[in-house]
């Protein structure tokens, strides 16, 4: 049987982990048979394809990826940023990350092999604000390599800023209508 292996920053992606706690685990000696050749770490992969960790002594759980990922990455280009950024001379991340239930955010993006570009324009995508209508997806076993501009903005866009002000608006307007039903009955 051969054992394959595979780089810190291809093991911090099967983990979900960012590459410096991945880091962490190999100076500690936590990720089982991994070795340092040159200034490089070779990390094996076990039968399920991924590199194993062993559970520390304290605190809580480790929430690193134990199987293999089962949801594609989903890719929006976000147009209303880029307009924004053009109009005001901004540079927020206009590119939306998706995989599951978790969002990032960031400037440009290098995707390690195959990709579709799927366009649905009676079937929006709903993971987007107002329902994508493009997208390009990639395989969940495929590392998507988020990249940043040193001289960017960061955060979150405008667009889903002003999104969450307006969801936390008529949050706080339902509360009180709320309040107002139960002071009456009172």
């Given at each position: 049987?051969?054992?394959?292996?595979?780089?810190?920053?291809q093991a911090?992606?099967?983990?979900?982990?960012?590459?410096?706690?991945?880091?962490?685990?190999?100076?500690?000696?936590?990720?089982?048979?991994?070795k340092k050749v040159g200034r490089f770490w070779r990390i094996p992969l076990n039968r399920r394809g991924m590199p194993q960790i062993t559970p520390g002594r304290r605190g809580p759980q480790g929430t690193w990826n134990k199987f293999e990922r089962k949801a594609k990455t989903i890719v929006h280009v976000l147009r209303k940023t880029i307009d924004y950024n053009r109009d005001y001379g901004t540079s927020y991340p206009a590119v939306a990350v998706k995989v599951g239930d978790?969002?990032?955010?960031?400037?440009?993006?290098?995707?390690?092999?195959?990709?579709?570009?799927?366009?649905?324009?009676?079937?929006?995508?709903?993971?987007?604000?107002?329902?994508?209508?493009?997208?390009?997806?990639?395989?969940?076993?495929?590392?998507v390599e988020r990249v940043y501009f040193s001289d960017g903005d960061y955060g979150p866009p405008p667009e889903v800023v002003q999104q969450r002000a307006k969801a936390k608006k008529s949050k706080s307007q339902k509360r009180k209508a709320k309040q107002k039903g139960k002071n009456r009955s009172n």
């Open positions: 049987m051969t054992v394959s292996y595979v780089s810190t920053t911090a992606f099967l983990l979900n982990i960012s590459t410096g706690r991945l880091r962490l685990l190999l100076n500690t000696g936590r990720v089982i048979d991994a978790k969002k990032d955010y960031c400037h440009s993006l290098k995707i390690h092999g195959p990709c579709q570009i799927v366009y649905q324009p009676h079937e929006p995508n709903t993971s987007q604000a107002g329902g994508a209508r493009l997208w390009i997806e990639v395989e969940p076993e495929k590392r």
